[in-house]
């Protein structure tokens, strides 16, 4: 049984950092990619960053570029999503999702295509 254990949320300012974690565990092989989404009160679920297997080839919402980067350690099963220059925007309930064998596509970050989720960690941002 594949499970998802996201860490690492917290309330901080405006500019600030916090690191994200998602221990998986239940498969024995990497999956074909790993995402880390966000959903705030009121709002749909949106991909915020995915890393395929291997752990080259990273894909990123417009909206975090160059402030979030995701990456990935095969030897812990775990992924992590550093976020810096965080926004009041930024707040919302983040949650690690697992694509294990990548038979749907939709694109990189369509919540549709990952079937397995964490529980979410909350990440508050204030200005």
């Known amino acids: 049984q594949v499970q998802l254990v996201e860490s690492g949320g917290g309330s901080v300012q405006a500019g600030g950092s916090l690191r994200l974690s998602c221990a998986a565990s239940g498969y024995t092989y990497v999956p074909y990619r790993m995402g880390w989404f966000r959903q705030a009160p009121g709002k749909e679920r949106e991909g915020v960053a995915v890393i395929y297997r291997g752990g080259d080839m990273t894909y990123y919402a417009e909206s975090v570029k160059g402030r979030f980067t995701i990456s990935r350690d095969n030897a812990k099963n775990t992924i992590y999503l550093q976020m810096n220059s965080l926004k009041p925007e930024d707040t919302a309930m983040y949650y690690c999702?697992?694509?294990?064998?990548?038979?749907?596509?939709?694109?990189?970050?369509?919540?549709?295509?990952?079937?397995?989720w964490g529980q979410g960690t909350q990440v508050t941002v204030s200005s």
């Open positions: 999702a697992a694509d294990l064998l990548g038979r749907s596509w939709h694109g990189s970050l369509f919540p549709v295509d990952f079937g397995y």
